[in-house]
Nanobody, 121 residues
Framework: QVQLVESGGGLVQAGGSLRLSCVASGLSNMYVMGWFRQAPGKEREFVSTISLNGGNTKSSDSVKGRFTISRDNAKNTVYLQMNSLKPEDTAVYYC???????????????WGQGTQVTVSS
């Protein structure tokens, strides 16, 4: 059974940084790993994704230049380094596993429970 556990969320002031981690277990295959987020009252939106070997990444325009996705396949872990955080980054952040690099939620098969990120102004 595949399980994803996110960690690293918390409360931070605007301009600060956080590093999210997501550990996957129960894997029998390699997957594309991605991050999404959902703010209160809004749809879950794409943040960033990374290919199997980490050589290809894609991020939303809203986080480009501020957030960096990376992965450690030996640890089955994906990271999201978030710098220059803004109040509008406040959301629950979810990691997900999929088969292709895509921004679409439907492209991801497994989802974590999420970790809260709150950015104060």
């Amino acid at each position: 059974q595949v399980q994803l556990v996110e960690s690293g969320g918390g409360l931070v002031q605007a301009g600060g940084s956080l590093r999210l981690s997501c550990v996957a277990s129960g894997l029998s295959n390699m997957y594309v790993m991605g991050w999404f987020r959902q703010a209160p009252g809004k749809e879950r939106e794409f943040v960033s994704t990374i290919s199997l070997n980490g050589g290809n990444t894609k991020s939303s325009d809203s986080v480009k230049g501020r957030f960096t996705i990376s992965r450690d396949n030996a640890k089955n872990t994906v990271y999201l380094q978030m710098n220059s955080l803004k109040p509008e980054d406040t959301a629950v952040y979810y990691c997900a596993l999929g088969n292709v690099i895509t921004e679409r939620r439907s492209g991801y098969r497994y989802w974590g429970q999420g970790t809260q990120v709150t950015v104060s102004s």
